[in-house]
């Protein structure tokens, strides 16, 4: 048995949802993004008892268990578009409508309208504000100069991602950068 988590974002989350699940003696095969794998280990589900007190431990620490189809669809799109960004390099030659199309099994437009009708915004623009997200990333490092920045997340220039990056934060990237104390990230989950 699965279920699925949203706003699990990152490792960090895996980790988090991983001690909560000890913390209630569960025992799991797998934890990753946005997904508990149970195995055979309670069955078809889990017993209401043990699912209401897990619903309270998630919402804790910002967690949501998802029980209805349409919102675990979601969820997996969301998460598709992270794992997509999050290796951007090795995916230079897929399109992201392909790589989500593979990874739920399922067709891009059905798929893309239900996220647009459940949403009220696009999987394009979600993956734009996801990758805005990312380049506020790494200009707050300050490791790598805006080029390096823009190959690594696939943009097809400086320009373009500067031109995006100015139409969702109404700033440059370089006058972002120069903000140091005051930068305004958001947390992945929230968008």
Avoid at 89 to 110: A, C, G, M, Q, V
Avoid at 118 to 147: A, N, P
């Amino acid at each position: 048995m699965k279920i699925t988590i949203k706003n699990m974002v990152c490792d960090r989350c895996c980790l988090v949802v991983g001690h909560i699940l000890k913390d209630l003696n569960l025992q799991a095969r797998a934890v990753v993004l946005g997904e508990v794998d149970f195995g055979d280990s309670y069955g078809e589900q889990l017993a209401s008892e043990v699912q209401a007190l897990l619903t309270i431990k998630l919402e804790e620490y910002g967690f949501e268990l998802l029980n209805n189809k349409k919102s675990k669809l979601i969820e997996n799109i969301k998460i598709a578009c992270i794992d997509y960004i999050q290796r951007a390099e090795e995916f230079n030659k897929e399109k992201l409508s392909s790589h989500i199309s593979k990874e739920l099994k399922r067709d891009y437009n059905y798929l893309s309208q239900l996220f647009s009708v459940v949403e009220g915004f696009t999987i394009e623009q979600y993956f734009i504000r996801l990758r805005i997200e990312k380049v506020k990333e790494l200009l707050v490092y300050d490791e790598f100069k805006l080029s390096e920045i823009a190959f690594q997340l696939g943009y097809s220039s400086v320009a373009h991602l500067s031109g995006q990056f100015k139409k969702i934060t109404g700033l440059t990237p370089s006058h972002f950068r120069s903000l140091k104390n005051e930068k305004k990230r958001h947390s992945i989950d929230k968008l």
